[in-house]
């Protein structure tokens, strides 16, 4: 009796610490997934199930390994929110599949992406003809963004050119412009300085420009 009183209190504590620990790490849907927060779900998980099995092992030798994970993820999230390229290296970056109508079937080899898997993610999205999409955008989560064409007349699709102060190289060629005219346009519209720019698009001709928040 005693031995099933252990596992029933060991199981509502790291329910509990579980509990906490996520709520500390942030709101996420599952498939928002990063790769830093599946390994740490999945290791925080084998701990509890391993310390709620083995009744020998002390519980801060589970406690301290979960509060330890808790912390580096936290970190890393700190560091991935103030560098791009910490976040592309860690999450990749949003892979454009089909443009203008047209199918990159190099970039899908270079996601390892197949037409078995873009054509399940469209008939998800109730689009039935590959011919009826614009854009679609395979997202580092693993989802796949559409706009239709008929979406997108009214607009081009919003294409980041400048993301935490870093000039996105590969986004302008996508657009066919050059490093030169993006700095040119700015100095017109009075932002000189790259740097200082949290987020810039050029879509439909017109420029979106969001200053970094100075303290």
């Known amino acids: 009796m005693e031995e099933y009183l252990v596992i029933i209190s060991r199981t509502i504590l790291f329910y509990i610490l579980i509990l906490v620990i996520f709520r500390f790490m ?6 928002e997934l990063s790769i830093l927060d599946l390994v740490v779900f999945i290791m925080i998980a084998e701990m ?19 509060v330890t994970l808790m912390i580096v993820q936290l970190t890393l999230a700190i ?5 791009k390229r910490f976040r592309d290296l860690i999450d990749g970056r949003p892979a454009i599949i089909i443009k203008n109508g047209k199918i990159d079937e190099g970039e899908m080899r270079k996601q390892r992406y197949n037409f078995d898997d873009l054509l399940l993610q469209l008939r998800e999205k109730n689009i039935r003809s590959i011919a009826d999409v614009e ?14 064409k008929d ?8 294409i980041p050119l400048i ?8 986004n302008l060629k996508r657009i066919d412009k050059t490093y030169l005219w993006l700095r ?11 740097k200082k720019i949290s987020f810039c698009s050029f ?3 017109q420029f979106f420009i969001d200053k970094i928040d100075e303290d």
Do not use: C, W, Y
Request: no cysteine; aromatic share 2%.
């Open 26 to 31: 942030g709101k996420r849907e599952i498939g």
């Open 48 to 66: 509890a199930v391993v310390a709620i099995e083995d009744l020998k092992l002390p519980v801060m030798h589970t406690v301290l390994p979960m």
């Open 79 to 83: 560091i991935s929110l103030k560098s």
């Open 135 to 148: 854009f679609a955008i395979l997202e580092p989560s693993g989802k796949l963004s559409v706009l239709e």
């Open 151 to 158: 979406a997108t007349k009214n607009g081009d699709m919003t």
């Open 163 to 170: 993301i935490d102060g870093a000039v996105q190289e590969e």
């Open 184 to 194: 040119q346009e700015l100095k017109k519209k009075g932002f000189p300085d790259v």
């Open 203 to 205: 879509e439909s001709g």
